[in-house]
């Protein structure tokens, strides 16, 4: 018996609660799919679920998958797209889209499933939750999620940022991505080029949470080679912070790398504008005994959270192999 438009929707919708593919999206993201799922079945009318249903029968495609399991992952993809990632407007051309893929409808599967939790992990209540998580469980949060930072482009302080998922990453932006729902402000950390410090790396002018009106969270950019230099209070309640990019970035050319900044920086360096606090230099570094991330981690980051009135800085190192590493690097 032909299937009417609803049944296929329950059809899609059964199928992705129960196929959730291990190396694709995480539990709490599969859950966050299916909450949203449950609250479209609520608000959505009866014609649009009838229009999106009749789009989910595949009889008019050109590669129609010859097996009925094929025709599954191929109808999940469809709704998925459908309910996360357009508006009905578009629906006929996303459904025309999915329908005549001539490729491993496993794959079609699973990049409709990773689209759809990058939209339901960015829902404001999701990605507030994250916040919250981050403010109050940063090492269990950073050892398990993770994240990618850009800093604002301006210096001002504080600066807005965003926060969405993109592929599985929360992304907390400093230049208000047109992604994000969610929106705060925290204290911002440009990256500040070596080429301009190394002359007199005693006295770098950083950045204070005393110009940041009261953020209790603190955030840069991405380091692939830099130099995270801080310094906090004797009481906690201030942080002066600098990034130091080697510059060897971005079409600019470097007679150092990493390691040797973060040599110089732990040797001489120093804020013009710090506090009664230790210096120290967080970065690349070549020795696993050395204070510093190792020449192995793809990528880190650096997050300040002040809690209890003091501050605290931790780090996200991604290895090669994708696996994530979470410290607190203050206190070291």
């Known amino acids: 018996m032909a299937k009417t438009a609803l049944s296929r929707i329950d059809d899609a919708i059964s199928y992705i609660r129960s196929n959730r593919p291990g190396d694709c999206i995480s539990r709490d993201a599969h859950d966050a799919i299916?909450?949203?799922?449950?609250?479209?079945?609520?608000?959505?009318?009866?014609?649009?679920?009838t229009?999106?249903?009749?789009l989910l029968s595949q009889d008019?495609?050109?590669?129609r998958a010859t097996w009925a399991s094929?025709?599954?992952?191929?109808r999940a993809a469809i709704f998925l797209k459908c309910v996360f990632c357009f508006p009905v407007a578009q629906w006929q051309t996303t459904a025309n889209g999915e329908k005549n893929i001539n490729g491993n409808r496993t794959d079609q599967y699973k990049r409709a499933l990773e689209d759809a939790a990058d939209k339901a992990m960015s829902e404001?209540?999701?990605?507030?939750?994250?916040?919250?998580?981050?403010?109050t469980d940063p090492v269990g949060?950073?050892?398990?999620?993770?994240?990618?930072?850009?800093?604002?482009?301006?210096?001002?302080?504080?600066?807005?940022?965003?926060?969405?998922?993109?592929?599985?990453s929360y992304r907390i932006d400093g230049n208000n991505s047109i992604n994000a729902r969610v929106t705060f402000s925290a204290m911002n950390v440009p990256a500040t080029l070596y080429a301009t410090v190394r002359d007199d790396p005693g006295n770098i002018t950083g950045f204070r949470s005393?110009?940041?009106?009261?953020?209790?969270?603190?955030?840069?950019?991405?380091?692939?080679?830099?130099?995270?230099?801080?310094?906090?209070?004797?009481?906690?309640?201030?942080?002066?912070?600098?990034?130091?990019?080697?510059?060897g970035g971005m079409g600019r050319a470097s007679?150092?790398?990493?390691p040797q900044v973060s040599a110089a920086m732990r040797a001489n360096g120093g804020f013009a504008n710090g506090n009664d606090g230790t210096f120290k230099a967080y970065g690349r570094v070549t020795d696993a005994a050395t204070y510093g991330y190792p020449q192995s981690a793809a990528q880190m980051i650096i997050i300040g959270i002040k809690d209890g009135g003091r501050w605290r800085v931790y780090a996200q190192i991604t290895h090669r192999d994708d696996r994530l590493e979470a410290l607190r690097i203050d206190n070291i």
């Not at 229009?51 to 009749?54: E, R």
């Not at 094929?70 to 191929?74: A, E, L, P, Q």
């Not at 007679?255 to 990493?258: A, F, K, N």
């Open 34 to 49: 299916m909450n949203q799922i449950a609250a479209w079945q609520r608000v959505t009318n009866n014609n649009d679920k």
């Open 141 to 168: 949060l950073l050892g398990r999620q993770k994240f990618t930072l850009s800093s604002s482009a301006r210096n001002g302080n504080p600066a807005h940022f965003g926060v969405y998922m993109r592929q599985g």
């Open 255 to 258: 007679d150092v790398d990493g």
């Open 60 to 63: 008019d495609a050109t590669h």
């Open 70 to 74: 094929g025709r599954k992952k191929v």
């Open 124 to 135: 404001p209540t999701r990605a507030l939750a994250m916040i919250g998580a981050l403010r």
């Open 210 to 247: 005393a110009d940041a009106g009261g953020a209790d969270m603190m955030f840069t950019t991405q380091f692939t080679g830099c130099c995270f230099c801080f310094q906090i209070s004797g009481d906690g309640s201030q942080i002066v912070a600098a990034h130091i990019d080697p510059g």
């Open 51 to 54: 229009t999106l249903g009749n």
